[in-house]
């Protein structure tokens, strides 16, 4: 068994959303295609949606997820799986850690992550007390207390003013309404074709720029590489030929060494950065170009999750919702992109 985890197989019984198999007598893990969809998503939800453990077990048995004896998973089972490095591709045997050869279901960044969030003793709140999705992000215009959400007759959910600082008469307004004038701001965050070419056009000439500054520091770099490769191979011959001390020849070409393994850091930097210049800027376009079409796909926790990502600020005055935007969204949004390149 230790054997087998040393070269990478885990030795043992396989975790639910894999399978033991066996290919001639070759035995190995392999993923269970009914059930690693699942597995997956339950880290996602735990992570992402603030879901408390008694949700997500709700959530994956809804979606059909059962125990290898066919019965819908324990809270214990849901919080061993969610415990289990085994899904990031590694796993733990005999108190060593061993780089897996199955698949990884997840990322080291979502496990990192759920982790954490079972540290903090995830979310008790929400069993206790109703949340409504667009809470804590609106003001009221009128007198600047938060926009807060109740529920009319227990069936309409309505957001209004607390009207913390005194009596405030600014009108009530229903989610779906609300949820809206939300889809409208979302919905400025967009660039026409025209200006679709402007944006590619800029960012190819600024990325020639960028690129054009770290080509220029990457040659500098590897002049000064060389010219210190020279300097070695000249003291080289200096130390055969007996002009220079060995131990003079040992102190400088050390110093030398060092520094051109700084120097070639460097380089790498400079080769790195000018490709994430390009990557982050169409991302950027990408994003900003589906923004109104992901809003109108998404669950409330993720308009939620754009709308925090989008807005500075936002408020509200019975009426209209007013907005300010986030950079770089502030220069996306209707109206305001025209000015900023005329300028
Ligand atoms: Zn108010």
Not at 103 to 129: C, M, T, W, Y
Not at 308 to 321: A, H, Q
């Amino acid at each position: 068994m230790l054997e087998k985890a040393q070269q990478g197989t885990w030795p043992s019984c396989a975790p639910i959303g894999y399978l033991n198999i066996s290919t001639g007598d070759k035995r190995g893990i392999g993923l269970d295609p009914e059930r690693a969809g699942v597995v997956r998503r339950m880290f996602e939800w735990y992570a992402a949606d603030n879901c408390s453990v008694d949700e997500v077990r709700a959530r994956a048995t809804a979606e059909g997820l059962t125990t290898k004896h066919g019965t819908p998973p324990s809270k214990s089972t849901i919080e061993r799986i969610l415990k289990n490095p085994f899904y990031t591709g590694t796993f733990v045997w005999k108190g060593k850690t061993y780089k897996g050869d199955h698949l990884p279901l997840i990322s080291f960044d979502l496990f990192h992550r759920v982790q954490a969030a079972l540290r903090k003793g995830n979310h008790p709140v929400r069993e206790s007390k109703r949340s409504f999705a667009y809470t804590g992000l609106i003001k009221c215009a009128h007198c600047g207390c938060s926009i807060t959400a109740g529920t009319h007759k227990g069936k309409y959910i309505y957001y209004r003013c607390t009207g913390a600082c005194g009596r405030c008469n600014t009108r009530l307004i229903r989610e779906d309404r609300l949820e809206a004038l939300l889809g409208e701001l979302v919905q400025r965050i967009h660039i026409d074709d025209e200006t679709i070419e402007w944006v590619v056009a800029a960012l190819k000439e600024s990325h020639r720029d960028e690129k054009a500054y770290h080509d220029e520091q990457i040659t500098r770099l590897q002049a000064e590489i060389k010219k210190l490769q020279d300097r070695t191979d000249i003291a080289y011959e200096d130390k055969l030929d007996g002009k220079i001390s060995e131990e003079y020849w040992e102190r400088k070409s050390r110093q030398w060494r060092s520094r051109q393994f700084e120097l070639r850091r460097s380089v790498e930097q400079h080769e790195k950065a000018s490709q994430v210049y390009f990557e982050e800027g169409t991302t950027l376009l990408k994003l900003a170009q589906r923004a109104y079409d992901l809003w109108l796909a998404q669950s409330q926790i993720e308009k939620r999750r754009l709308l925090d990502v989008l807005l500075l600020n936002c408020t509200f005055d019975g009426e209209k919702l007013v907005a300010t935007y986030k950079r770089p969204f502030c220069w996306l949004a209707e109206g305001s992109l025209g000015l900023v390149w005329r300028g």
